[in-house]
């Protein structure tokens, strides 16, 4: 609606209404289970019917789909819930794409001149398939910003506002990379239990301190403008360290 109510035609309704059906019959199945829970006044299968059963459909883009969808540009998104008690697994539809999920980014990716990534999800997913495929223009991290969500992403697409978030979050090149997390509760078996042995090489930290690449740092994120930074001016004061410096835009845009 976000992208609607800013001017721009979709091509793809049928798709997307058949998509739509689908997540309110998936709701609807939630909803009934944790309603039986209820009524038996069980407190764990409560629990477990809303961490273990919040789950999106998923429906695959084929050929048949894009010919009938011309477009100037596509948008892909790729959804993960994010919850207490829902941590991450190390399977395909969780941490990992899924097949169909990679089918269709690459088909969409091939298809149209301009294709957009959109990742709505509350912590990083392997973005290893990027490797892979050279005709994706530009990945959004969304985040789960909420019933806005739609309008503030179209005022970003159009370019009405330029993207300046900065990842608070390292993506790693491989999970492998993480340190300590083997001994996350998802992956450890132990759901009950993780320990966090990381002392202060927490995120970027220990990224930096062992010199290990990564898919994207720390504070990562493009603008549609660029930026020079100079006389950069560092004084130390006891123990306040001072750093000051001359930053312009040096492109066409706002930023």
């Known amino acids: 609606h976000g992208l609607l109510d800013a001017g721009y035609q979709v091509t793809s309704t049928n798709w997307l209404e058949r998509f739509t059906s689908l997540v309110r019959k998936a709701e609807d199945e939630m909803s009934s289970r944790i309603f039986s829970s209820l009524l038996s006044f069980n407190v764990n299968k409560i629990g477990q019917a809303i961490m273990n059963d919040i789950r999106l459909p998923e429906l695959n883009v084929s050929h048949t789909h894009i010919e009938s969808s011309p477009a100037d540009a596509a948008i892909y998104v790729l959804t993960r819930q ?15 794409l899924t097949d169909g999920e990679k089918d269709s980014i690459s088909r969409l990716s091939r298809a149209y001149n301009k294709f957009i990534l959109v990742i709505n999800s509350g912590a990083p997913v392997d973005m290893s398939f990027m490797d892979e495929m050279n005709h994706i223009n530009a990945v959004i991290f969304m985040g789960q910003p909420g019933c806005m969500a739609g309008r503030a992403l179209a005022d970003v697409l159009s370019g009405k506002v330029s993207p300046c978030g900065k990842l608070t979050d390292t993506w790693p090149l491989n999970y492998e990379d993480i340190f300590c997390g083997q001994f996350f509760g998802n992956i450890n078996g132990d759901y009950s239990k993780t320990v966090y042995k990381e002392g202060s090489l927490i995120g970027y930290r220990y990224f930096d301190s062992v010199n290990v690449p990564v898919r994207y740092c720390f504070g990562y994120g493009l603008s549609y403008t660029s930026f020079s930074i100079e006389q950069v001016n560092v004084s130390i004061n006891d123990s306040v360290v001072s750093v000051s410096c001359v930053v312009k835009n040096t492109g066409a845009y706002k930023g």
């Open 82 to 96: 994010s919850c207490e008690g829902r941590d991450r697994t190390l399977t395909k539809g969780s941490y990992y």
